[in-house]
């Protein structure tokens, strides 16, 4: 088995990678690689359409701008199923922002009823004696 192995180049022992990967593993394919621009706070979401949409990326942080802007590389062969990732995410980060707020706004909305409703609240204390 060993020399059955050994006569094996590496790449045919090893399945190709798909999903995440740097970029040097992308350019090992030879396929031409296109780019996007996505902001730093929706990384996460973005990462997890592309995994739906089965497309081999590789995203590199551009520490240049601040915030940082996350360039996401990716096959122009997997060009059309990027662009319906793409596409969705779009939607649902403009959908998302449009209609909910988030929690640290409505923690705060809240913590300022709080302080304003005690403010209101008259300090009455009587005590009543009964014998």
Known sequence: MRAFLAGVPKQMREPPKQGK???KNLTKSGAKLEKIEVGHECIKKFERIAAKYGVDYAVMKDESEFPPKHLVFFKSRD?????????EFSVKQLCKSAIKP???????????KAKEQ??????????????
């Open 79 to 87: 060009a059309t199923s990027m662009n319906a990732a793409f596409r």
């Open 102 to 112: 988030t929690f640290r706004e409505t923690l705060s909305n809240m913590m300022q």
């Open 118 to 131: 005690t403010l209101e609240r008259p300090k009455e204390r009587s005590k009543e004696v009964s014998r």
């Open 21 to 23: 990967q740097s970029v």
